[in-house]
């Protein structure tokens, strides 16, 4: 168990940083749902629209570092590729 103040402060701020992230995980996680229910739904515009505030939402939490910069990309590059491949059929 933490003994000393800083340590004590430390255990503090890690326990509100995990809330943050842990809720900004759990809203690009929703994005991306809503992104993979338009996409089941094979509404080419609607997706479009999910798609685009999915790859905010994914490139939001990699500036605030939920999500590795590498990891959104390939992310929103999937995305886009299933977007394609719904726009062609």
Do not use: C
């Not at 000393?4 to 994005?31: D, L, Y």
């Not at 515009?45 to 390939?74: C, D, P």
Request: glycine share 6%; hydrophobic share 40%.
């Amino acid at each position: 168990m933490a003994n000393t103040p800083g340590s004590k402060k430390a255990v503090r701020k890690i326990a509100r940083r995990t809330e943050v992230n842990t809720a900004r995980r759990s809203r690009v996680r929703t994005f991306l749902r809503k992104f993979d229910e338009a996409l089941a739904g094979g509404d080419a515009v609607a997706a479009k629209e999910a798609f685009v505030k999915a790859q905010s939402e994914l490139m939001r939490a990699v500036t605030k570092g939920v999500v590795h910069k590498n990891t959104g990309s390939r992310k929103v590059s999937r995305l886009a590729a299933q977007l394609k491949k719904l726009s062609a059929a």
